[in-house]
């Protein structure tokens, strides 16, 4: 969480070292005669019709030719990305080639099922030509084709645009496929066969309407499924011509399971973090003094006494810095007071400034020590994890976020399994991530397949899926964020409704980490989420007014009042809200709090 008191960088400016700088790929070997230039608009003829930019528009000068070119501005968190996606067959030979003109520019493709390519130029005070080739994979039917800048180095432009190559086979979709059978069901996932379709290069999987995994081959285990809940399944075949029909349906069970300790929260949750060791702008809150409102109450912040060590202290705030603070047996004292009322007080270990690298067995156990001391001593109901900056990221060799192999991570997740067992079914557990840990991971993860990339991109979700059965809470904080895309494959940005039901959506429905349709982020429940934002313009980037908090409420948990996003479904379970922070919302009038009460009562 952002403290104001301190100058904290926009976490997009982490975006800066996020993509491999590539080098220029060899020229592919002459178009046949029977290829065709599969690019939708690449002349930027009609304006922006068929490509989707961050920040693009057409102008009339320059252009190579015609009447029109793109003309994008990277920003420090954007580098300006136009694309498109493209039709392709299987096992085929293409040539992507365009002009542009500006420093720093690059061509190139994505998704190709074999090696991604692109080309660059440093600088091209006019026109120059870029080109690219590539071979689709065997299984291969979309590619994606893009243009884009480097971070803050002004504008560039792009002109005739192509992709030439054998166009999309012209036959049929498969045949529908059959015999879809339940095979193995747990309390959070459902195991399916079907038989296999000829022509079929990979299969669909729907969950009761919603697709959400591609299988390459005749089985699929469907996870982040809800405990004693009916699902209705179906199947569909794919190649290079279309979708088949959907297959019957089949209904799958899931056995009882554990509720992550959720139960001991109300139906919708107002949580917010409670400035208890450090003092800035927004005053000092006595705990005695923050509202029923408040469900669960994160106390910011225990930070360890290095980076490394794992000794988490949680020191309060000095009279000195905090002349109204109160004595420690009133703070006790308002803990139980709170507890009793049916609120939870937890200690929330991190923040800006509270760099946690468990990078050894021994600083693992120094954090479930101390963190346990703290806990008793304060008589606290659990814990809070606000890993930021630095904490947390992943070694070049550590590609699965479901089979994590980074010491931090690993050591991470075993000391909160740790903590979970010592205190029982009632401890509770949250998660507050930023975008850049969590929903980025949609495009990239960790360095990447080819290296280069920020390794810290991603890095929470091998945390979350570990402790998904022991999660109460994840609330990303959705905000001090970059542009992130969401699953309708546009960029979102701060600052209005849209951004959050984007991003809340991308955690209830479940996302291909890295684009790798067989490598799937599961769905959180509904009632594991809250959607984090700060209280106040004063409190944090990405401030929504009372309004747009109640349009993405309506959104997500009625599919009512929406905007262009279109949800995967509708979750009227979802748990509520989270806020930077209570203080900052005290100072502003309780403008977070009131919004809350109004909505849900």
Not at 9 to 14: G, K, R, S, T, Y
Not at 279 to 293: C, E, F, H, I, K
Request: charged residues 15%.
């Amino acid at each position: 969480m952002d403290r104001p008191r301190r100058t904290r960088p926009v976490l997009a400016a982490l975006t800066a070292a996020l993509l491999a700088v590539p080098g220029i790929t060899a020229l592919s070997s002459a178009a046949r005669a029977a290829d065709a230039d599969l690019a939708q608009n690449g002349g930027f003829e009609s304006g922006l019709d068929g490509w989707s930019c961050t920040a693009g528009t057409t102008v009339g000068s320059p252009v190579h030719s015609g009447g029109s070119a793109l003309q994008a501005t990277p920003a420090g968190s954007d580098n300006a990305q136009c694309a498109q996606t493209v039709t392709v067959q299987p096992d085929a030979q293409y040539t992507l080639s365009g002009y542009v003109r500006g420093s720093y520019v690059y061509l190139g493709a994505s998704g190709t099922g074999t090696t991604d390519v692109s080309a660059w130029t440093q600088s091209a005070p006019d026109w120059q030509r870029l080109t690219t080739g590539f071979r689709t994979g065997p299984a291969t039917t979309k590619v994606t084709i893009y243009t884009h800048g480097w971070y803050g180095t002004g504008a560039y432009y792009a002109d005739d645009v192509s992709l030439v190559g054998p166009g999309a086979s012209a036959g049929q979709p498969p045949a529908a496929p059959t015999g879809l059978t339940v095979t193995a069901v747990t309390s959070s996932s459902a195991t399916l066969s079907w038989s296999a379709v000829t022509g079929a290069t990979s299969y669909a999987v729907f969950r009761d309407g919603a697709k959400v995994q591609t299988a390459s081959g005749t089985s699929a285990t469907v996870t982040g499924l809800s405990p004693s809940t009916a699902y209705g399944f179906q199947v569909a075949a794919v190649n290079a011509a279309g979708e088949s029909a959907r297959s019957a349906a089949v209904t799958a069970t899931t056995t009882a399971g554990s509720s992550g300790g959720t139960s001991q929260l109300p139906a919708h949750a107002l949580v917010g973090y409670l400035h208890a060791s450090f003092a800035n702008g927004s005053g000092y809150t006595r705990l005695a003094d923050v509202p029923d409102s408040w469900d669960v109450i994160d106390l910011a912040f225990g930070e360890p006494t290095s980076a490394t060590s794992g000794d988490i202290r949680f020191t309060r705030c000095p009279v000195t810095e905090c002349p109204n603070a109160e004595s420690d047996a009133d703070f006790k004292a308002a803990i139980r007071a709170k507890q009793a009322a049916g609120k939870k007080v937890l200690i929330s270990i991190g923040g800006q400034n509270g760099q946690v690298q468990l990078t050894t067995t021994a600083a693992r156990d120094a954090f479930v020590s101390s963190v346990s001391d703290i806990i008793d001593t304060y008589g606290l109901d659990g814990l809070d994890i606000d890993f930021e900056g630095h904490s947390l990221s992943l070694n070049a060799d550590d590609t699965d976020f479901k089979n994590p192999k980074t010491p931090v991570i690993v050591n991470l997740i075993s000391a909160l399994k740790t903590l979970k067992a010592r205190y029982g079914a009632k401890f509770v557990l949250t998660m507050a991530p930023e975008t850049f840990f969590v929903q980025m991971g949609y495009q990239y993860y960790g360095t990447g397949k080819w290296g280069g990339q920020d390794p810290r991109c991603g890095a929470y979700l091998p945390v979350i899926y570990a402790l998904r059965d022991d999660l109460t809470l994840l609330h990303v904080q959705d905000y001090n964020s970059g542009p992130i895309m969401g699953l309708d494959n546009q960029y979102h940005s701060m600052g209005g409704a849209d951004f959050h039901i984007a991003m809340t959506d991308m955690l209830l429905t479940g996302f291909p980490v890295a684009g790798d349709p067989n490598n799937v982020f599961p769905p959180l429940r509904p009632d594991q989420v809250a959607i984090g934002m700060p209280a106040s313009t004063n409190a944090g980037n990405g401030y929504v007014a009372p309004a747009e908090v109640v349009k993405t409420l309506d959104c997500l948990t009625k599919k009512s009042n929406c905007g262009s996003y279109p949800t995967h479904g509708t979750w009227p379970a979802l748990r509520g809200l989270m806020t930077w922070s209570v203080n900052w919302d005290r100072y502003s009038n309780w403008e977070f709090q009131k919004t809350f009460d109004g909505y849900f009562g």
